[in-house]
Each structure stands twice: as structure tokens, then as C-alpha cells.
């Protein structure tokens, strides 16, 4: 059935774009250039593939990883990662939206997926980094990494509360599927991450290390929407002070300088003058609309498209004189690299491109991740382009272009392509009561708060 379906998708391609059946996809640019909206159609469409033939099967979640070469680390295949799953579940959205679906089979998805979330391990409510996708237990992360994960679980929560406004007034099943994601929701105890209600929030919490872990969470980094979600919880909330005391490290997030010539005011946690990697500017954002968000530390819109900016200008610069750097080919972030896994920055420059990086950016740069977006397709085609859209990451400098996928970098280029296109899933996220309320508790301003 799975080569089935992909057969499908590919003659559905050939056919929105008038090339004959048998062609591959880079046949296509090569016969008839596509037009922006084409592209833009197929990459969100490609993509969103690795969260549906690509899902976890037995739990219809996203997978950590998909290595087209079949090389994968040991029992390591059938992994469910929390956070991307949490971004996978915003794409079947998307896709139900565009029909690239039809509404009752993205519905029977996510069904089966919240029933794999009911009965998986949770931990005060949280799920952990990862988990079996055959039986839903905890895979460890690391040696004192196996409980709870609270920003992982911030981000699947993000996903599941736009899939409940999504089917909130659908019909009887569909209602039903709602009211069950609003439990799992309202059964994370934020405030048990707390550590003995301190004001912060720690990331982990295991049944058998305890806080051993002690990661206290201080911005700025990617966590932003891990305080929104434990701020706005209707049964297990936390009190203003812990996002200013804590996240905010009382006043101590807020910096002011110019990198490339564009202002930052929030201070990247270990990138002093500079900026940290691009998913910092994606992953809490999401669902959490940037457009006009604001408070007392920042304006974010400007913030998120600024740190887009400054990576871009940084490429053009190059000051590591890497091949293939440039105006059209940009954007550093955490993924793959020729040195295992890294966290690519301006800061930590390994000469390694993560598609993600520009293209989860398309909202902030659309112009600019648009050329990103055709120079990846028209001119490397092939060495960076596969069946679940572009692999994770690739080095010129290095020849270097490993046919690997990694969830959580997948996730945001199709959910932020939407949000690009039609603001679809940060409609949805921000028309929740209990994230308006959340905001507003920590004093934040929005359009969608009016």
C-alpha cells in the first residue's frame, strides 16, 4: 500500500503540471518551470508526505528520522519523536486544507494517532523525547533523559491544539476526537516542572533520576512557546512570574545590538553578539503567531525576520568562503552535518546548508526563500531532492549530500509554508480561549487578542 500511495501522489504532480507519467519531478523543472505557486504546492505537498507514507505505522505519528540510503542507527527506525509528531499533526491539517487529503482519512489519522498518545508514557502529564512507536514506552534520549520532556511535549501540545479548534465543530466523531485532545492537554501538569515551584521551568523530570537532568529553561532560545503553553493551562497553570523571572531572567533577556546591520533586542543563550541557529526563530512559532506579537521584551515578528535576515546577509558574506554560500542559497540551523549532528549557526559555521533553515522561513523572507526554494529545486535538483521533498542537509564544500531525513526539520517547512499562504495554522492555535488568556496574563499584545 505504501508504494501505492506514493505512485498516486507522483501522477497527481504530473498531472497539476501537465508532464507525462513516467517522469521524475526534476524532469518536470526541466520541461516547464514552475511557477511560484507550483512550487510552493509541491514542496508543502512533498513534504508533508514524510508526517503521512512516511509516519510511524503502527502509531501514525512522525518518525525521528527516515534515511533513504537504509542506514540507520541501531533499533532506531520506528522512533516517535514528541516534537515533531506535535508538527507532523499541524501538516495533516494543512494537507486536509489543501486536499491533498481528503478530510476523513486525515481524520482517521489523527485518530489513531491521539490513541497512541493516550496510552504512551507520560509523566506528570509529559510525554518524553522520544518514545517506541510499537508500544508507546519511552525510548531514553540520553542516560538521565528518560521522563518527561517538557519542551518536546510543548511542542506536541502546540500541534494537538490546532487540530482540536480544526474539529471542534465538525460532526459527532470529529467532536469526540476534540474533546480527547482537550484532556491529554489539560492533563499536563506544567507546574510540576516547576521543581518545588521555583520561578522557571526545568525541561526534564524522570521517575528514576528525579531533576538529576537540572536543565532550568532561560531564553532566548526555542522554548518561548513552553511558557505560553504552561501559562495559558487551564488545570495546571503557572504564575506570571515564572515567564519574567525565568524565561526572561528578570529583565536579562533583553539586549540591543546589530548584527549585518538589523537589530536584535533578545539575547541569544550562547551567542553573545550574535544570533543562535534558525529553528529558534520557527519552532515556537508555529502555531504562536509572530504577526504583531508583542511585549514587554520584544516585538517578534520583527525579532523572527531580523534573525532571518542576519543569516542571510551572513551567507552572502561568507567569511569562511564555503562553495555554494550565497544570496540564493542561505540558512544555517541544528540538523545533519558532516561532523554528526550539529547546531548551525553564524556562530558555528561547519559549511553545511539545512534546506529547513530559509524555507521554514518563508513567512519572514518570502522572496528570499523563494530562490532558496528554486535554486534547491531547478539547480541542484536531484542531490538534494527525494520522495519526502529536500534532505536535511548538504555541504558543496564537502560533496557532501546524505539522502536523510530528520522529522523535526521537515515538520516546520510545511507548516510554515501554510502559514505563509493562508495564516492557517496560527488561526487556528491563536483562536484558542486559553491561549488568550495565557498571553494576556503575561502581558502580551497581538492582533488576535483584540
Not at 514524510?50 to 522512533?79: C, I, M, Q, T
Not at 491529554?184 to 531533576?211: A, C, F, T
Not at 532561560?218 to 515564572?242: D, F, K, R, W
Not at 514587554?296 to 561568507?318: G, K, P, S, V
Request: glycine share 10%; with cysteine.
Amino acid at each position: 500500500m505504501k508504494y501505492i500511495g506514493i505512485s498516486l501522489f507522483l501522477l497527481a504532480i504530473a498531472l497539476s503540471t501537465g508532464t507525462a507519467l513516467g517522469q521524475s519531478t526534476k524532469a518536470i523543472t526541466s520541461k516547464k518551470k514552475l511557477t511560484d505557486e507550483q512550487l510552493l504546492n509541491l514542496v508543502e505537498r512533498q513534504t508533508f508526505q514524510y508526517f503521512w507514507d512516511g509516519a510511524e505505522p503502527n502509531s501514525g505519528l512522525a518518525r525521528e528520522r527516515y534515511h533513504a540510503d537504509g542506514d540507520y542507527p541501531l533499533n532506531d527506525k520506528n522512533v516517535v519523536a514528541t516534537g515533531a509528531a506535535g508538527f507532523g499533526v499541524m501538516a495533516i491539517i494543512a494537507a486536509i486544507d489543501r486536499h491533498y487529503i481528503t478530510r476523513q482519512a486525515g481524520f482517521q489519522r489523527l485518530q489513531k494517532a491521539i490513541s497512541f498518545l493516550e496510552k504512551a508514557d507520560r509523566f506528570h502529564g509529559a510525554w518524553p523525547h522520544w518514545m517506541y512507536g510499537e508500544t508507546g514506552k519511552v525510548k531514553p534520549f540520553g542516560a538521565n533523559d528518560d521522563g518527561g520532556d517538557l519542551v518536546e511535549t510543548a511542542y506536541l501540545a502546540q500541534g494537538l491544539l490546532c487540530v482540536r479548534q480544526y474539529f471542534r465543530n465538525g460532526n459527532t466523531a470529529e467532536k469526540q476526537l476534540a474533546t480527547r485532545i482537550d484532556k491529554l492537554w489539560k492533563e499536563i501538569d506544567w507546574n510540576w516542572y516547576r521543581n518545588g515551584d521555583k520561578n522557571v521551568l526545568y525541561w526534564h523530570w524522570s521517575p528514576r533520576v528525579g531533576w538529576k537532568m537540572n536543565f532550568a529553561v532561560t531564553g532566548y532560545n526555542e522554548c518561548l512557546i513552553m511558557y505560553i503553553m504552561a501559562a495559558s493551562s487551564p488545570t495546571h497553570g503557572v504564575p506570571a512570574q515564572v515567564y519574567h523571572e525565568g524565561w526572561a531572567r528578570k529583565g536579562g533577556i533583553d539586549t540591543n545590538i546589530k548584527v549585518y546591520g538589523y537589530p536584535i533586542r533578545l539575547k541569544h543563550n550562547g551567542s553573545p553578539g550574535n544570533v543562535g541557529p534558525l529553528f529558534w526563530a520557527q519552532y515556537s512559532y508555529l502555531g504562536l503567531s509572530p504577526k504583531g506579537l508583542t511585549d514587554r521584551y520584544a516585538n517578534y515578528w520583527m525579532e523572527n525576520q531580523n534573525h532571518t535576515l542576519i543569516h542571510r546577509a551572513y551567507c552572502i558574506d561568507n567569511p569562511k568562503r564555503f562553495k555554494g554560500y550565497g544570496a540564493d542559497c542561505w540558512g544555517l540551523t541544528a540538523s545533519y552535518s558532516v561532523n554528526g549532528y550539529a547546531g548551525h549557526s553564524p556562530t558555528e559555521d561547519l559549511g553545511v546548508i539545512s534546506p529547513t533553515a530559509a524555507l521554514a522561513s518563508y513567512p519572514y523572507t518570502p522572496a528570499y526563500s523563494l530562490k532558496m526554494m528554486r535554486h534547491l529545486y531547478e539547480d541542484l535538483g536531484d542531490k538534494v531532492w527525494g520522495k519526502y521533498g529536500f534532505y536535511d542537509a548538504f555541504s558543496e564544500t564537502a560533496n557532501w549530500y546524505p539522502k536523510r531525513y530528520l522529522g523535526i526539520d521537515q515538520g516546520p517547512i510545511a507548516v510554515m509554508i501554510e502559514n505563509g499562504r493562508s495564516g492557517l495554522l496560527w488561526n487556528l492555535f491563536m483562536s484558542c480561549p486559553e491561549i488568550k488568556t495565557g498571553l494576556k496574563k503575561l502581558d502580551f499584545k497581538s492582533p488576535y487578542l483584540k
